[in-house]
């Protein structure tokens, strides 16, 4: 089945430094990937479409220049945190849909 | 944009034990879908159901589209089913998410 591959799980960090999130479709081709920031305890909310190609759309309240966006082929889209402060801390999802919607297995941000 | 709320907030099970799930939305939905999220954050696709019934295994869903609201069933709960459920609707090529259920059983 189609798999979504999210690296790394768990990434710990300077204050002030940059950190870049990877989402894979190892199986399938996906021109549309999404974004998701989930704090304990609660849901997801979205905070960006990736397109293959094209300028990410990000959902209103989240900022472009904090939370870097690009997918540069049909198999990868990469999100940068930079300059992570303390309050960037979260678990943040990837997605992709191949028939229906799969999920990468995450990565939790600890930012010091 | 569409309300999604999910009750119960939490619910503990006895191992064996049956429950349900219960999703209200605010508007139409067209693309309700109900996730599995297990203790360590990953995310399983369980049922798109925007009407009608489905059953996989021990797990069923209904969704009454007319009175905006979807029911998860888990039969015979077993620990591994422990984690929140999220109900969410696909609206506008986005995913509005549900606050979830955590679910806990105890062996």
């Known amino acids: 089945g189609a798999v979504v591959s999210q690296h790394p799980s768990r990434v710990i960090c300077k204050s002030g430094t940059s950190v870049k999130i990877e989402c894979r479709s190892l199986d399938f081709q996906a021109t549309t990937m999404f974004w998701y920031r989930q704090f304990p305890k609660q849901s997801l909310m979205l905070m960006a479409t990736s397109n293959e190609g094209s300028k990410a759309t990000y959902e209103q309240g989240v900022e472009k220049d904090k939370f870097l966006i690009n997918h540069a082929s049909l198999t990868l889209s990469t999100l940068t945190v930079t300059s992570a402060h303390p309050e960037d801390s979260s678990f943040y999802i990837c997605?992709?849909?191949?028939?229906?919607?799969?999920f990468g297995s995450g990565t939790q941000l600890s930012v010091l | 944009g569409i309300q999604v709320e999910q009750s119960p907030p939490d619910l503990i099970l006895q191992e064996g034990a049956n429950s349900t799930l219960r999703c209200n939305f605010s508007d139409s939905v067209n693309n309700l879908q109900w996730f599995h999220q297990n203790p360590w954050g990953q995310l399983i696709n369980l049922f798109y159901?925007?009407?009608g019934t489905k059953q996989n295994g021990r797990l069923s869903a209904t969704t009454v589209a007319t009175e905006r609201y979807s029911l998860l069933y888990i039969s015979s709960s077993q620990t591994t089913d422990s984690g929140v459920y999220f109900c969410a609707d696909l609206e506008g090529g986005k995913l509005i998410f549900g606050q979830g259920t955590e679910l806990s059983v105890k062996p």
């Open positions: 159901i925007p009407s």
């Open positions: 997605s992709a849909i191949y028939e229906k919607l799969f």
